[in-house]
């Protein structure tokens, strides 16, 4: 796999988007980045997944998930060594990222206005005193 290749799988995924995050592409899904190519000059694409998403993926193929250095690593922020990744092994992490993101963004979901009730007017009748 190359960087064309992840940038074609991600950009198949429903709703995604590319932009850009500081100088470098990443690709969204609901305003949320769950992919980029932070470190495509050594050869890497990097998947946003959980700290125990990462852990199971870098148990099962250690030469092709590496955790990103620092504290995005410690987030959950992996490499994917593209030239020891399969169309199908690259296919299902970005997957695995973008699912991540659609189901924070359902989480996170703010109602919309037409679900937003209107304070209720206070009533100009005041209480009788008795």
Excluded at 37 to 65: C, S, W
Aim: glycine content about 8%; overall charge positive.
């Amino acid at each position: 796999m190359n960087i064309a290749d992840f940038r074609r799988i991600a950009l198949s995924l429903e709703g995604a988007q590319e932009s850009s995050h500081m100088g470098n592409p990443d690709f969204r899904v609901g305003g949320r980045i769950f992919a980029t190519l932070a470190a495509a000059k050594l050869g890497y694409g990097n998947i946003m997944i959980t700290p125990e998403q990462q852990a199971a993926f870098v148990e099962e193929l250690p030469e092709v998930f590496i955790p990103v250095k620092g504290g995005w690593g410690r987030m959950g922020a992996t490499h994917v060594c593209l030239e020891l990744a399969s169309e199908d092994l690259l296919a299902g992490a970005l997957k695995t990222a973008w699912k991540l993101r659609l189901d924070l963004n359902a989480k996170t979901k703010k109602k919309s206005p037409a679900k937003i009730k209107a304070p209720r007017p206070k009533s100009s009748r005041r209480p009788s005193k008795q």
